[in-house]
């Protein structure tokens, strides 16, 4: 969704990145501040050059309204142009930039005679009349051409810079929106890929279960088959949320454990906590079953004695604590860490963000393996986002 909307907003940009409100909008307000302050300055000069001489200096207030009037859909023009040239190549870029720059400054005074002679005023239609006839031998209209594109030059400078600003902001906020949304989409395909990793080895481990029952006890088989069908049924609707309920987590495992003592009744035993023991509290869907899984897996291999698998939950002041005790044989080394613990400790990496930890190892004839993560009170919003995205991908 996220991606989609940033995707849309950039289909709609106007130049540089900025949209046509966004464009419009900066460029006018800036624009307006330009007349206001030649406005004031123009006035305030003309007023005390009123008390020496007659001779007007300044034009008014309603011909430099007028002036800058004319000018703004020039500016429009070269703004859009310079956002549409850029800054690279700068050998190309910097002499058009400049006669975007000067092109605009020069045509300043230009359009101050057109606002004098629209307002109909006799003493500057006659000078631009002669300016207009001889603008390079008339030195009083010469310096005045001059003035005024000294004047507006470094004005269409600030504006620019205020624009090209504006739109380089823009196109940073769009690519952190745009990173953003790659992450996100990014870390909701890792969790899927190790969800699917899960969900395979669970499955192939319980059907090599059932199997050992079919010859020798085909009720009891069928009774697994039962089981293994709520057992699948969790499976797929915890492997479609990124997080559940712990009560739900301990079912699963529960379920897990009953098959596996079903195959293993005279050497497996197991203790879970009671329900009253359970917080109300949510955890990563699928995340204890990797670790019961090596539990029995590991804890029966390499001898035929009995095997104790204990979990046991414990939360003090907001931090969770779930540990998977199981007896190993006594002379049994600590091997490499197989696809279970490597796929809980990714998707406690990319949920938590260093928040949560996985502490694994044996000593003696014990194996523990301890994850601690923050509290989690109410359902995450991920969560929700999540039933949002595949309603919409539906």
Known sequence: ???????????????????LRQFLGITCLFWVYVALS?????????????????????ASWDARLLQHAILLPILLVSFWASLRIQWRPLLVAVP?????????????????????????????????????????????????????????????????????????????????????????????????ALRMQLSPHTLFNLLHTIRGHIEWDPKGAQSMVVQLADLLRRLLNAGERDFSKLSDELQFVR?????????FADRLTVALPSPADIPSVWVPSLILQPLVENAVVHGLGGHQGPVTV?????????????????????????????????????????????????????????????ITLPAIHNSPVGEARHHSGSLVNA
């Open 1 to 19: 969704m996220m991606a989609m909307e940033t995707t849309d907003s950039s289909s709609r940009r106007f130049a540089g990145g900025l949209s």
């Open 96 to 192: 058009l930039q400049l006669i975007l720059g000067t092109v605009f400054a020069a045509i300043a005074y230009p359009a101050m005679l057109i606002a004098q002679i629209t307002l109909g005023m006799e003493d500057w239609h006659e000078m631009a009349v002669k300016h207009s006839a001889q603008p390079l031998l008339d030195p009083y209209s010469l310096s005045l051409w001059v003035a005024s594109f000294v004047s507006f030059l470094p004005t269409y400078g600030f504006g620019l810079a205020l624009v090209t600003g504006l739109a380089l902001y823009t196109r940073f906020r769009n690519s952190e929106l745009r990173l953003a949304a790659l992450q996100h989409e990014w870390s909701a395909a890792r969790l899927a």
């Open 38 to 58: 030649n406005i004031l300055y123009a006035y305030s000069m003309r007023t005390g050059m009123a008390r020496m001489t007659n001779f007007s200096l300044f």
């Open 310 to 370: 204990r979990v046991t939950v414990r939360m003090v002041h907001d931090v969770l604590t779930l540990t998977v005790l199981n007896t190993i044989a006594p002379d049994k080394s600590n091997g490499e860490e197989g696809i279970g613990l490597y796929n809980v400790r990714e998707r406690l990496a990319v949920q938590f963000e260093g928040r949560a930890t996985l502490k694994a190892g044996g000593a003696g004839a014990l194996w523990s393996s301890e």
């Open 255 to 263: 379920l897990y454990l009953e098959l596996q003592q079903r195959r």
